[in-house]
């Protein structure tokens, strides 16, 4: 067998911002750079400022992992940090065993939405066909794209034009206006598909820059463990060491047969193409979103009885953060949902479809309550969410949006 054996003529980058919430609170911080920083505290640990009388000069106090108690989990770790083992989705608890000296930081999203909207940008002022993939990753097609001169002007390729060499002087073009829109960097990975293009991101991190031809995979992506191809979870990486399968390599001679056998027609194929390097999927310049949510996992459990006032807070706020994302992305409603855990892990949902589709964040909010007067509240609360469903595009998407300005109401409506 030959690694990607129907070599494609596509030339596909994936771009990956570099420990992107962690970077974005580094220009916000530049003391912390070269430090352990995770991010993922709440407001109270926020950085403590000071400012001196006479100099005017300002100082501040960072909070540590150290004696941290409550079940945060971190989003994201400086590399610093990660040489120590902390990673991201890790609890805070086990990352403060780990790297109990660590800056620990309150994330930001407004923030990280803010960076995001500022690199994507950038990337499409060099190419137009960009697949967006969540707030610090995209794909790109730079098929036939050229370079650009400083008026932005398409500089015609030579004669003895090699479609990788340019590729390459795009990808380094793209990560060089990424870096003077936003101060930060990133790792881009050309290939022949999205599938290779996103293993290659991840093989020089950070500021990477990655070319990875058909012929270049047996030696740089089937050495790698399966865990590495995008859509190989735990449980399958797990079932395959069981059956002796360690490296990408060795899924790529497995048998495609043998695969079916054990992981069922569909997956077992799928397998075989991916250690193959095979993958025909295009990059998809827009998609419509099924749903939009906001949730948040407390520190503590609250009562709806004691924590009333807290619980009304917050749960408002989220309506209020559904209603600002419809907005922005200029999408109407049909249906809110509701979403609660409890101390004991019991996951309860209920949904309220309206009449008339909205945006509104008065109308989420009582929609949302409704909802919560169709649970017994008896248990203490872990988690709390929001979300909208059966979206529709806004009638006029040039309306402005409307500020959600209401007090909090009483948990129950």
Not at 7 to 13: G, K, T, Y
Request: proline residues 6%; glycine residues 6%.
């Amino acid at each position: 067998m030959t690694a990607a054996s129907a070599p494609s003529s596509r030339l596909i980058a994936h771009l990956d911002m570099d420990a992107f919430y962690a970077s974005v609170e580094l220009l916000r911080y530049p003391e912390l750079r070269g430090q352990a920083v995770v991010i993922g505290g709440g407001r109270r640990h926020q950085p403590r400022e000071t400012t001196d009388a006479a100099t005017g000069a300002v100082t501040r106090e960072f909070a540590t992992l150290k004696g941290y108690v409550g079940r945060g989990v971190a989003t994201t770790a400086t590399y610093e940090a990660r040489a120590h083992g902390v990673h991201s989705a890790m609890g805070l608890m086990k990352a403060a065993a780990l790297a109990p000296d660590a800056i620990l930081l309150p994330v930001d999203f407004d923030a990280y939405r803010k960076y995001s909207r500022l690199f994507k940008a950038a990337v499409r002022t060099l190419a137009s066909v960009v697949e967006d993939r969540g707030i610090d990753e995209i794909y790109i097609d730079l098929t036939g794209v050229a370079l650009q001169d400083e008026r932005g002007r398409v500089r015609e390729p030579p004669p003895d034009d090699d479609p990788w060499q340019r590729a390459r002087d795009v990808a380094l073009a793209i990560k060089r206006a990424v870096h003077a829109a936003t101060g930060l960097s990133c790792s881009i990975a050309v290939a022949p598909n999205k599938l290779l293009a996103k293993i290659a991101s991840e093989l020089d991190k950070p500021d990477g820059l990655t070319i990875l031809r058909p012929a270049d995979v047996p030696r740089r992506v089937w050495p790698l463990p399966p865990r590495k191809i995008n859509g190989v979870g735990p449980k399958s990486a797990a079932k395959l060491e069981t059956l002796g399968i360690r490296t990408i390599g060795e899924l790529a001679q497995a048998d495609p047969l043998w695969l079916v056998q054990h992981f069922g027609a569909h997956y077992g194929a799928w397998l075989a193409a991916a250690a193959q390097g095979r993958d025909e999927r295009e990059v998809v310049t827009h998609s419509e979103p099924k749903s939009i949510s906001r949730e948040t996992t407390f520190e503590r459990d609250l009562s709806a009885q004691r924590d009333r006032d807290a619980l009304s807070r917050i749960f408002t706020d989220l309506c209020a953060g559904v209603a600002a994302d419809l907005q922005r992305k200029g999408y109407v409603a049909r249906t809110i949902g509701l979403k609660l855990r409890f101390d004991n892990f019991r996951t309860v949902t209920r949904d309220n479809t309206l009449d008339t589709p909205t945006q509104d964040p008065h109308a989420i909010r009582r929609a949302a309550g409704e909802c919560l007067k169709r649970v017994a509240l008896e248990r203490r609360i872990r988690l709390l969410g929001v979300r909208a469903t059966g979206l529709a595009a806004e009638a006029d998407p040039r309306a402005p949006a409307a500020a959600p300005q209401y007090e909090p109401l009483p948990l129950f409506d």
